[in-house]
Structures are given as structure tokens and as C-alpha cells.
């Protein structure tokens, strides 16, 4: 039936009906209509207006309220509205005025009192505000907004205990209200009440046991006074009843990620950005979260051009058509994509690092190559020939070297697969590596290896925090030392013809003989490697060299020794699969 032939009153009807389920335009429309045909209705003029102001269209929407009170003074709800839309339209005074006349024709309309309160407070008028609310609780002792209200005003003024009496007095008139018994345990938290806001958090989560609301919030309390795990306990138990609760989720994340748990938190992060994909809280704490998981080097490392073009220009060279390629440890999945274009027929990658393994999928199928690589989340020593690589291969290709070359086991998985996953005559990339060194003198870093004595104080127990013996990075070039001797080769490492495995208590040991030439005290060796990915292309770790990401490891001796030029200094280098270490006599 079209609109014409209904009465005025369906219309208006519909026209409600249209406004209360959220179509404004088209209760807009109808009320439009019906305004045409009873111009001199107040209630018809008071209703469009009313909605016009609620879109924004305050031009359109005061004239009609005007036009209403003209015709008709005692139209109460045309009084608060245009009241409330003056106040809002800066028209502060004329607003007060509407809205103090609408209370006296209507005294018994607590709501028109509470809006008079609530603008009042906007113009801080605070004693009418708080006698007006003071009057609506007394009217009406369940009129919870009020209390709310009058609780706000009392915090704001600092006036803490009329604060919580009030609340108190909102839970004596509605026991138990849910929304009051937050309201009073976080201004006791936020105010450092802990002892009445436990107690306070304790009694909501009595009365609404099976409410996630109030576990969630008695955790986070938990969590900001230090008590993590039974904060984390209250979450969950938030979570359990209510799994797709935003804050709760990245909330649990948070403490897992305190607590150590990072598997759990990302977890729960990750629920986080499902549940709101455009939340940046739950984005970047995922994004923080995984850098810590993945270290920073994985990106220096992809960012290196000399790095990637070398590996590329020895897998173009190596790859023949019908190639099986293993990757060991391959974190982006580059090398393997890198192969897979060079034309080998299948490449088995692996990688240890779950969420890398995951992602090197990714990339892969990004890529368009998920039909010719396979990524597997194991270690290489667990890959078997006939279940994870269908044939031996013939190329195996790594990038598995720290700062010191050893460091992540590039000697026993580089033997388990010559020896159980390749073929006799594989390929492998790299095919070398070749360690050189230099005695320095660097007081700064001397100073903490081993921890001793700082600024005139005696530091020695912070000691017990240093992993002792071993190297760490340095950017030599950006570190103040004095060379003392002159660049000197180490260790060569032929991945053809490995050494046999050294157990890092049963290390090999190398006699070095280091002539000085500068006059000092030996406080460290520092070395790097030069990579042979075959006979025709190397890259190197060493200051300026192509490798800039690596840097280079430093070995600060504790037991620093005077030389002076033209001496030699024994030092002996001790190898094990995957430690290097260095003495000093």
C-alpha cells in the first residue's frame, strides 16, 4: 500500500518504527509527508525535528522545534530537545533556560531533570548540577544514572569518600547492579584503595560468577598490581565466557608476554586481530611481539644485496634441470625460491623456527611456487630420504652462520646431510669458510669481561649475569680500539672435507703463534670469515666487507696481557661443532 493511502497515524507509526530500527532517512521522509498534510501538528513538527538534530542537521531540525513550542508551549519533549540543541549549538543560556522551563511544566519527568543536570555540569554550574541529581536519587532511590553521575562529579572534585558513599548508596538501592559494582571497585583501584578494591572486585565476581565482565576486570586489577598469575587465572576464566572479548584477549597477551609465555601470547594476540583486524593496539602488539621472536638480524640479513646476489649467482651456476635442492634453515624462503628459479626441479626446505616455517610457506605460495617447494618445521638431522625428500639431493644450500661462522650449528647439520641426505657428488653451497683474526687492545669492552670494577665501584656480582667465554658482535668500525697485531689466518673450514665432530667440552685445540706489531695490552681478539660459496665467488664478514649484516665477534680475554712490538703472543683456538673460543697463557 503506498504511503498516501494510509491514515496519519499508521504514518507516524512507521515513521517511528523506521527511526528505531536505524533508517532515519526514511523516517525523515515519512514524518516530511506527514508534516505536509497537518502543517499545524506540534507533536509531527517536534518528532522530524528531533531526528533532523540526531543526523546533525541542526538548520533544518531548530526551526521545527521552534515552530512547535510556538504552536504549541506545553510540548514538553519539543522543549528539551530544542533546549539540548542550543546548549550544543553554543547557544548556552537560551538552551538552560528550555530546559529549566521543561522541568517546571514537567516536575515529575526525572529524565528532563537528569538533562538539565547533566548540562549544568557542562557549563560547571556544579552545585545546581549536584542538588539536581541529589533530588532525582531522593525521587527515585533506583534512578542509577543519577548516581553514576553524582559519583563522576564527586571524583572530579577530589571528594573521594562522597565518591564511594555514593556508589555504596546506588548498590544499597539496586543490589548488585553490575555496571555500579565496576564503577566502585576501579575508582578504589584507580584512587590505590587495593585493599577495599580487592575486596570490591571479590564481591562482583561472587554476584556474577558466570559474567566474564567481572573476571576480566578483576584481572587486569591483579595484573597492575603486580600479581600476574593469578591475574592471568581471572582472565581466563574472562575468556573461557566470553572468547571474543577484544581487551580480554590482548590482556592475556600482555601477561603471557610478562610472564615469559610467548607462544601463549601470541596466541592470543593473534585471536586479538582476528576478532578486529583494524584494532592497532592488537596489531602492534602482535608485530613486537614477533620481532622478539624473530631477531632483528633476519631483516639485515635480507636487506643484504651482496649477500642475496652471491648466493644467487652460486645456485644459477649449481642448478641443472631435475635438481633436488635441500635448504637448511630457510627462514624467508629466499634461497629456496631463489633455487626454484634457477630452474631445479624440487626443493625441500626446512626450517626449526615454527612461525618462520610457517611464513616461509607463505612467501612460497606468494610466489607462486607451492608446487615446487615443500617447507617442513623440523630440523634438518630429523628430514628423511623417502618421507620428507623423496630422493637424495643434489645441491644443498645454507645460510646457517652467526658472527663467529659456528655458532648455529653449520658443522653437524652441513655432516648429518652430506652424510644421510645428499648424494655422493652434491653440491654444496657454501662450500667453505675461512676464519681471520687480529689481537686489540679495547678497554671499554675489557671493562665488563669479566665484570669488575666501574666508576670506583666494585660491580663483581653482576657477573653472574654474563655468559662467560664466549664471543660476542661488535661493528669494529664503530669501536675504539688499538690493533696490535697484524690480520692473521685462523681456521679454514673445507665443507667438503669437514673435521670430525668436537664436543664443545672436548674441544679441539689449535696452536696459533700472533706477532705484535704496536706495543699494548692484548684485551681481545677480534675475527670474521670470508665465505666461499664456490671456487669463483666468496664474500666476507670482515670491516667493509660485502657482508655488512654479520659484523664481526669479539673474544675479550679475561686475563689481559702487556706486549710490546716485536714479540709473539702463543694463542690457542679451540674448536668444538659449534663453539669458538680462545686462550691466552
Known amino acids: 500500500m503506498s504511503d498516501q493511502h494510509l491514515t496519519p497515524e499508521s504514518i507516524f507509526q512507521q515513521a517511528m518504527l523506521a527511526h528505531q530500527s536505524g533508517q532515519s532517512q526514511e523516517a525523515i521522509r515519512l514524518l516530511q509527508q506527514l508534516s505536509e498534510q497537518l502543517p499545524d501538528n506540534d507533536n509531527v513538527l517536534a518528532t522530524l525535528g528531533a531526528i533532523l538534530l540526531s543526523t546533525g542537521d541542526m538548520q533544518s531540525g531548530l526551526p521545527l522545534l521552534d ?4 504552536l504549541n508551549p506545553a510540548n514538553v519533549d519539543a522543549r528539551v530537545n530544542l533546549g539540548i540543541a542550543l ?22 519527568r526525572l529524565d528532563i531533570r537528569f538533562n538539565l543536570a547533566n548540562v549544568q555540569l557542562q557549563l560547571q554550574q556544579y552545585d545546581e548540577a549536584i542538588g539536581q541529581l541529589q533530588s532525582l536519587v531522593q525521587a527515585d532511590a533506583s534512578f542509577l544514572p543519577a548516581y553514576h553521575t553524582l559519583g563522576a562529579v564527586y571524583g572530579f572534585q577530589n571528594q573521594l569518600e562522597e565518591m564511594y558513599s555514593i556508589y555504596e548508596q546506588a548498590l544499597q538501592a539496586v543490589p548488585n547492579d553490575l555496571q555500579t559494582m565496576v564503577i566502585l571497585a576501579n575508582s578504589l583501584a584507580d584512587n590505590g584503595q587495593v585493599e577495599r578494591a580487592t575486596r570490591a572486585y571479590k564481591n562482583m565476581v561472587t554476584a556474577h560468577p558466570q559474567h566474564f565482565l567481572p573476571h576480566a576486570v578483576f584481572g587486569k586489577f591483579l595484573i597492575d598490581i603486580g600479581s600476574l598469575s593469578e591475574g592471568k587465572s581471572s582472565l581466563e576464566q574472562a575468556v573461557a565466557l566470553q572468547p571474543n572479548d577484544l581487551n580480554t584477549n590482548i590482556l592475556l597477551g600482555n ?4 610472564l615469559g609465555n610467548i607462544n601463549q601470547a601470541e596466541q592470543f594476540y593473534r585471536r586479538a586481530v582476528q576478532i578486529d583486524p583494524t584494532h592497532q593496539g592488537a596489531t602492534m602488539n602482535l608485530r613486537r611481539l614477533m620481532s622478539v621472536k624473530i631477531p632483528y638480524w633476519h631483516f639485515e640479513m635480507l636487506a643484504d644485496s651482496h649477500r642475496n646476489d652471491a648466493y644467487e649467482k ?9 635438481h633436488t635442492v635441500l635448504d637448511i634453515g630457510t627462514g624467508s624462503g629466499l634461497l629456496s625460491m631463489m633455487a626454484a628459479r634457477a630452474g631445479a626441479n624440487q626443493v625441500v626446505a626446512c626450517e626449526m623456527h615454527e612461525r618462520l616455517a610457517q611464513t616461509a610457506k607463505e612467501i612460497v605460495a606468494l610466489n607462486g611456487f607451492a608446487n615446487s617447494i615443500q617447507v617442513y618445521h623440523k630440523k634438518s638431522t630429523l628430514l628423511k630420504v623417502g618421507e620428507e625428500l623423496p630422493e637424495k639431493a643434489d645441491i644443498v644450500v645454507s645460510e646457517i652462520l652467526d658472527v663467529g661462522a659456528l655458532g648455529e650449528g653449520a658443522l653437524p647439520s652441513i655432516r648429518h646431510a652430506v652424510q644421510q641426505l645428499a648424494k655422493p657428488n652434491a653440491t654444496l653451497i657454501p662450500s667453505a669458510v675461512k676464519l681471520w683474526g687480529q689481537l686489540i687492545e679495547i678497554p671499554a669492552r675489557s671493562k665488563v669481561a669479566p665484570v669488575k670494577e666501574i666508576s670506583g665501584f666494585d660491580l663483581s656480582p653482576f657477573e653472574q649475569y654474563r655468559i662467560p667465554n664466549e664471543y660476542l658482535k661488535v661493528v669494529l668500525k664503530a669501536e675504539k680500539y688499538k690493533a696490535l697485531s697484524p690480520v692473521m689466518p685462523l681456521l679454514d673450514i673445507d665443507f667438503y672435507q669437514l673435521p670430525p665432530a668436537y664436543a664443545d667440552d672436548q674441544p679441539r685445540h689449535i696452536p696459533l703463534e700472533i706477532p705484535i706489531n704496536t706495543s699494548g695490552t692484548v684485551q681481545a681478539l677480534v675475527f670474521w670469515f670470508d665465505l666461499y660459496l664456490d671456487e669463483d665467488t666468496m664474500v666476507s664478514s670482515k670491516p667493509n666487507g660485502e657482508l655488512e649484516h654479520w659484523g664481526q665477534a669479539l673474544f675479550c680475554f679475561p686475563n689481559p696481557k702487556a706486549v710490546g712490538a716485536g714479540s709473539t703472543v702463543p694463542v690457542t683456538l679451540l674448536q668444538s661443532d659449534q663453539i669458538i673460543r680462545f686462550l691466552l697463557p
Open 67 to 70: 515552530k512547535a513550542l510556538s
Open 87 to 108: 546548549q550544543s549549538s553554543g547557544r548556552t543560556e537560551d538552551g538552560l533556560q528550555h530546559l529549566r522551563l521543561a522541568v517546571e511544566q514537567a516536575p515529575q
Open 255 to 258: 601477561v603471557h608476554r610478562d
Open 314 to 322: 652460486a645456485l644459477r651456476k649449481a642448478v641443472k634441470p631435475g
